[in-house]
């Protein structure tokens, strides 16, 4: 037995071992989510065991160094370690902007004390990160932003507002873009970290179209923020910036990868109902092949980008590519899921899933970037087409 | 499988371009088509391409192939694409070889394919018999008459007919369909040329009361049906490859004239307009180079989708094709307009590919079919 082999059968003893029959369970509700932190409260024992166990081995972050909470796995380990967790059904023990976002602009960009402060409160759970980005007249041109920090001698004074920041109000820490020169543009923002907990911040949920307030405004009022928690040089933030979007853009397009689970051909068989073996609707029929076939294509796409990436053929700025196809690809889906249910779509009970993940899937295209932005920067960065 | 290319295959990608940039560009095409040429290709590149042994590079070493496999001719078939480089290569080892490849006895494969492999054998499938593809559906009949076979009826648009030594006729028998290789000279056999709008040779070939043995048949007197579906499907994934070099190479002359011409004082490449279109064409580019590499390796792979991916690839890329040529011409303004410019070739060409072994409308129909709904 190959080595890998060998940690695939270990894996899986393991999983079975010490996954809790209750996190074998698809996800049924928001709840079911574990986000973690010092306000989380566990939906179940099982949600807690199931993350203390996983956190203990490391493998909320499998290939995360073990000394900073990681497993220390190889790629070709944590890719063992997902499939047979997806063959067992075995929940996901943690969703975390501080594993996705912060921690591997941490694992590049920090130094020493904090990758050791910052990462294993992360791996664990124990810390839930905000990240503070867009401002009310910072948005898709983000390197305008105005939220300032002052050198104090000690520390930075931070004045400001942030806009979209997602779950601000159940986030124990932020990550959070500010200006240290007014004279420059892109060369004049620093990358700070921080407690919410701090005097001087608060928050306010924003209610959407969708009916949730996943994001909020965050204010701050004078905060004191200890110069330690500056990562990387001052007024170096815009490449730090940069690099964690292309994460952001990756975990949004990500997104994409849940298409393969129904098929609308098949839901709509149902719904609209069959005529000589025909979907009734021959308008329909049309638009679902031509969705199931885009679907497809930008799924071959994703993998074809791994692929090219594994065996150092680089594709570029693809993330720009994947991030808007992959939303625009996912409004399509939704729009196409009201089609196939009709007017049954349009009823807003008590847990209006359809009509409330289609109106949540209009800012798709809008977060982390529009899909003008990306265009944009395909334009430039790729195709290398001349600015105006 | 990883969906990437592999080193001989890259090496085999670099060969074919370099070829054909030099010996079967675009340029040719327009000599080809300005000469009235009977032929519509260059005999001497042809045989430069057999030489290479691209005639034998998805055909087993057995039968004298190289046995790169379908990823390989695939390879080669979108830089044909990319040049619109006129030959037989679709006709002859895309289709015809891969018809007997499917549908053949042992012998007949024995006999007849290194005869493709060498170059001394042009074959050419005559299936359609009107302007709108119809799956394995014929009217052409093949009746058992006094030991013979008997032959009768009409096939439409019958590429590289002016050079074929033989068609592999398509026609209904005693056991469905069958499949008969009849030369084309055997009496009863006449070709109508036919003029394309993608200059490329194409004919009417009717047989009337063309005689011919058992032995021509390919098979052993078996339904034939789902060998040449297998067969249309393998050509569709060939023909969405040529589909893909040829809307990469209309997107990168357009990008290179998007830099290069100015209008209000400034490279009309800097308009956000155009700039968001470009980058609209540059995904869908992308999507198709997936969906093709894929296609090729179900192909290789014998995988029980490749009639599914088939039909979803050729959709797909004729859906690009069509964006990628139309835009061409768009965003060269007047130029694109005028037959001096090399835009116009592309565009003709990929609207007379998308309508060989059905565009994109059958082909989504053929894949909802497929998916069940």
């Known amino acids: 037995m190959s080595e890998l082999e060998e940690f695939r059968r270990a894996t899986r003893a393991w999983l079975e071992a010490s996954c809790p029959a209750e996190m074998r369970q698809p996800f049924s509700s928001e709840a079911d989510w574990c986000w973690g932190g010092r306000k989380w409260q566990f939906a179940s024992e099982a949600q807690q065991l199931w993350l203390e166990r996983m956190a203990e081995r490391g493998w909320t972050v499998p290939t995360w160094p073990v000394e900073y909470g990681g497993g220390g796995l190889s790629k070709e380990q944590a890719k063992v370690l997902a499939q047979e967790m997806k063959s067992l059904g075995c929940r996901k023990p943690l969703e975390s902007f501080g594993i996705s976002m912060l921690g591997p602009a941490l694992l590049k960009f920090g130094n020493e004390h904090q990758k050791k402060e910052h990462l294993p409160k992360i791996a664990r759970g124990e810390i839930r990160w905000c990240q503070g980005y867009s401002e009310p007249n910072a948005g898709s041109d983000l390197a305008s932003l105005q939220t300032r920090a002052e050198d104090k001698g000690d520390y930075y004074l931070v004045n400001g507002a942030k806009i979209w920041t997602s779950y601000a109000d159940q986030a124990d820490w932020i990550f959070c873009l500010v200006r240290t020169d007014f004279d420059s543009k892109h060369a004049g923002i620093s990358f700070l970290l921080f407690d919410m907990d701090s005097p001087g911040v608060s928050t306010s949920p924003i209610r959407l179209i969708s009916g949730s307030s996943p994001f909020c405004e965050t204010f701050f009022e004078n905060v004191k923020v200890p110069k330690e928690n500056l990562v990387g040089e001052l007024n170096s933030g815009w490449t730090i910036a940069k690099y964690l979007l292309t994460h952001e853009r990756e975990m949004i397009s990500s997104m994409g990868e849940s298409f393969a689970a129904v098929l609308p051909g098949e839901q709509a068989a149902k719904t609209v109902g069959l005529k000589d073996g025909q979907l009734a609707n021959s308008a329909l029929r049309q638009e679902i092949a031509q969705f199931e076939i885009d679907g497809m294509a930008f799924m071959l796409s994703l993998q074809r980008g791994k692929d090219e990436a594994k065996a150092g053929q680089g594709m570029g700025a693809v993330s720009s590519m994947f991030k808007y196809y992959g939303t625009e690809l996912n409004k399509r889906r939704l729009e196409l899921q009201l089609s196939i249910h009709g007017a049954d779509a349009m009823v807003w009970g008590d847990q209006p899933a359809l009509p409330a993940h289609w109106l949540r899937s209009k800012g798709n295209s809008i977060e982390g970037g529009t899909s003008e932005v990306q265009l944009n920067i395909i334009a430039k960065r790729v195709l290398g087409l001349p600015d105006a | ?373």
């Not at chain 2, 042994?53 to 979108?78: C, D, M, N, R, S």
């Not at chain 2, 894929?294 to 859906?319: G, M, Y």
């Open chain 2, 1 to 373: 499988m990883a969906l990437i290319l592999n080193e001989e295959q890259q090496m085999l990608r670099e060969a074919a371009a370099g070829f054909l940039r030099d010996k079967a560009p675009v340029s040719q095409l327009r000599e080809l088509r300005d000469s009235g040429d009977p032929l519509g290709y260059r005999p001497e590149v042809w045989q430069e391409m057999v030489n290479m042994g691209w005639t034998g590079i998805a055909i087993p070493e057995a039968y004298g192939g190289v046995g790169y496999g379908y990823t390989g001719l695939g390879i080669v078939l979108q830089e044909v694409g990319r040049h619109l480089s006129a030959s037989p290569l679709g006709s002859s080892v895309l289709t015809a070889a891969t018809v007997i490849l499917q549908a053949a006895s042992e012998q007949q494969k024995v006999e007849l394919l290194p005869r493709i492999c060498s170059g001394e054998w042009l074959l050419s499938l005559a299936l359609e018999e009107s302007g709108h593809h119809q799956g394995c559906k014929v009217n052409t009949s093949a009746k058992t008459s006094d030991g013979a076979i008997i032959i009768n009826g009409c096939k439409r648009f019958v590429d590289e007919a002016a050079s074929a030594n033989a068609f592999i006729v398509a026609a209904r028998d005693d056991s469905g369909l069958g499949l008969f290789v009849v030369a084309a000279d055997l009496p009863g056999v006449s070709v109508q040329p036919v003029s394309m709008v993608d200059s490329r040779n194409s004919a009417t070939v009717s047989f009337q009361n063309v005689a011919v043995t058992a032995e021509q048949r390919l098979g052993a007197g078996a339904d034939s049906t789902a060998a040449l579906q297998a067969s249309i499907d393998i050509s569709n994934v060939g023909i969405s490859a040529e589909l893909l070099g040829l809307s990469q190479q209309a997107f990168e002359l357009t990008l290179a004239y998007l830099k290069e011409r100015e209008q209000f004082a400034q490279a009309i490449g800097s308009f956000q307009g155009l700039q968001h279109r470009a980058a609209e064409l540059f995904c869908e580019l992308e999507l198709g180079k997936s969906m093709v590499l894929n296609a090729l390796q179900a192909i290789d792979d014998d995988r029980p989708e490749c009639a599914l991916l088939a039909s979803a690839t050729k959709a797909k890329l004729c859906e690009i094709a069509r964006l990628a040529s139309n835009e061409a011409v768009q965003m060269h303004g007047g130029i694109g307009m005028t037959d001096e410019y090399d835009i116009g070739f592309y565009l003709k060409r990929a609207r007379a590919l998308e309508h060989r072994f059905g565009d994109r409308n059958y082909h989504l129909d053929r894949y909802a079919t497929l998916s069940g709904y």
